[in-house]
């Protein structure tokens, strides 16, 4: 295996020791279940994850910005299907306690990504037992269930589209090879879940959206749930200003029909100084290793130096990206 950190060129940015440390303490707040025990991605020594550390998987779920960015995207074309809307809304602490759900759900994709391969069995392996309870009715009359595999494609293509569209955007663009390599990384994980139908390219993700798109809807839920991330106390006190400028970014790279759908107009995404700004703090973020962070961790676990994934854009990647 190519040891990225020592490839000419590639270079992890280290922040002044008082900042780092304040960000990792922040950090290591999302760490824990919520029974108050702190989830371990160093042990086993050795054991495989999911997904390959080459992968890019790994390089995308790395980034702390992106993954805000992607998982409201994420959620906003979940919200779209009023079956998962439903199931989202009323089975879940969203409204009622976000920061709780968020950290649920950002533990739960670390684990997917960066975790042990026995321990993310389980850990889906539990997840699915608590979906089987999770039915109802929408209020047009549609049934609907955690378990359907219909919905359950949707959930996890809609999150792939999020973070992978976010890191494209922010960090470096990704060609069309690339990103369905990353489709494709999650098949394996999908299938745990239950999602058996995922897409496995950038093109059958462009299939499925086109097959859902009569389903999707404009919604109050929608608007409120991103007034809801504008305010909520996701970001550490110091930078959580900037929440509104990364849920704007959010909804800047949803596809243009999706938002005409949505009724999400322009005032709704980014301004145009806001942008630069968005990809400067994404790519430093990129660059950052955090101590006993899902992504270090992993790396250690398997042998590899804790900068492994952190390494200094390419020249090629610089100039694909210039003006």
């Known amino acids: 295996m190519a040891d990225k950190a020592s490839q000419p060129g590639a270079k992890a940015i280290a922040l002044p020791r008082w900042l780092q440390a304040r960000i990792e303490a922040e950090a290591q707040k999302f ?7 702190r989830l371990q991605f160093r042990e086993p020594e050795g054991e495989p994850a999911l997904t390959d550390p080459e992968s890019i998987s790994w390089q995308v779920f790395k980034n702390p910005l992106t993954l ?3 998982g409201v995207t994420a959620v906003i074309l979940e919200l779209a ?3 998962v809307r439903s199931g989202v ?3 879940t602490s969203f409204r009622t306690d976000p920061v709780r759900r968020l950290k649920r759900t950002g533990l739960a994709a670390m684990m997917t990504v960066y975790g042990p391969r026995s321990e993310a069995e389980a850990m889906i392996a539990g997840i ?3 979906h089987e309870r999770v039915k109802g009715v929408t209020p047009g009359g549609r049934p609907y269930s955690a378990s359907d595999p219909e919905l359950l494609d949707w959930v996890h293509a809609t999150a792939a589209f999020g973070f992978l569209e976010a890191y494209r955007n922010y960090v470096r663009p990704l060609g069309a090879g690339e990103a ?4 494709a990384e999650s098949e394996a994980a999908a299938k745990l879940y239950g999602a058996i139908g995922v897409p496995k390219s950038e093109g059958e993700l462009l299939a499925l959206f086109a097959r859902m798109a009569p389903n999707l809807e404009p919604s109050p839920i929608i608007f409120e ?6 305010h909520a106390p996701v970001l550490p006190r110091g930078i959580r200003a900037l929440q509104g400028v990364l849920v704007r970014s959010a909804v800047g790279i949803l596809p243009g029909w999706v938002r005409d759908r949505l009724t999400l107009g322009a005032e709704r995404g980014l301004r145009s100084w806001e942008r630069p700004l968005v990809r400067a703090a994404a790519r430093l973020a990129d660059r950052i290793p955090l101590a006993d962070t899902p992504p270090v961790e992993a790396c250690l676990r398997l042998g590899l130096p804790r900068d492994f994934l952190y390494g200094k854009p390419s020249d090629e990647q610089l100039a694909s990206e210039a003006p």
Not at 31 to 37: A, F, T, Y
Not at 180 to 183: D, E, L, M, N, Q
Not at 225 to 230: K, P
Request: glycine residues 6%.
């Open 31 to 37: 760490l824990c279940d919520e029974s108050g025990v």
């Open 68 to 70: 805000f960015i992607g």
């Open 81 to 83: 299907e009023p079956r």
């Open 89 to 91: 809304w009323d089975h």
């Open 128 to 130: 699915r037992r608590l």
């Open 180 to 183: 369905s390599r990353f489709y």
């Open 225 to 230: 749930f991103l007034d809801i991330m504008r």
